[in-house]
């Protein structure tokens, strides 16, 4: 598999923030969208058992399948060795592709990006959290309505810009308060530094 890189951190967003995870971080994706921050040119090729004999090093047992878009490469037989370790399997996906290994996962993070990619059309059969990335000036919640989830978290988008970045952020509270059934979501690993 092409892997971008292998860390332990603290999930920084969503519905397990503050969770001690070990983070697989897959190169490529079926989407292109300007915010990413994945560097898909750069990876090392790993094999199943490679993958496993990395993470076990660490005392988690929640491992985050992220990206990238971790549904070009995950297999059942990935997913099942992941199991056999006993590992609490997260799945992140932008939710376009409906793999046969995601039946394993404990915990499914579906983030659309229908703003940046038009051809970007839900396939999952469940989601446990949707997470909607959200820009001010593009994001039209009316496209995430139809969207079944357990559990939804809006996000503000860190544009790399103050004014930009604080009129997502408002635009999160506002959304929310009017939106109950809605959380916000921060980047937590931006705010307390760490990767």
């Avoid at 929640?62 to 609490?88: A, D, N, R, S, W």
């Avoid at 059969?125 to 593009?138: P, R």
Wanted: hydrophobic share 30%; with cysteine.
């Amino acid at each position: 598999m092409r892997i971008n890189e292998i860390f332990y951190s603290i999930q920084g967003e969503g519905a397990y923030t503050g969770t001690p995870c070990v983070f697989i971080r897959f190169a490529g994706c079926n989407l292109k969208c300007p915010f990413c921050d994945t560097k898909h040119e750069s990876y090392k090729e790993y094999t199943d058992e490679e993958i496993i004999q990395e993470i076990i090093k660490y005392p988690t047992k929640h491992v985050v399948l992220t990206g990238g878009e971790p549904t070009l490469q995950i297999t059942e037989k990935f997913m099942l060795m992941l199991c056999e370790e006993g590992k609490y399997i997260h799945v992140e996906t932008n939710g376009t592709r409906n793999n046969k290994a995601l039946s394993f996962a404990n915990w499914i993070t579906c983030s659309p990006k229908f703003e940046y990619c038009n051809q970007a059309n839900i396939a999952l059969e469940h989601i446990d959290e949707l997470k909607v990335v959200f820009d001010a000036e593009k994001t039209c919640m009316d496209k995430y309505k139809r969207i079944i989830a357990d559990n939804y978290y809006l996000q503000p988008c860190d544009l790399k810009d103050k004014e930009k970045t604080e009129n997502n952020i408002k635009g999160v509270v506002n959304y929310c308060l009017s939106h109950p059934q809605w959380s916000i979501s921060l980047q937590t690993q931006k705010i307390i530094n760490v990767r």
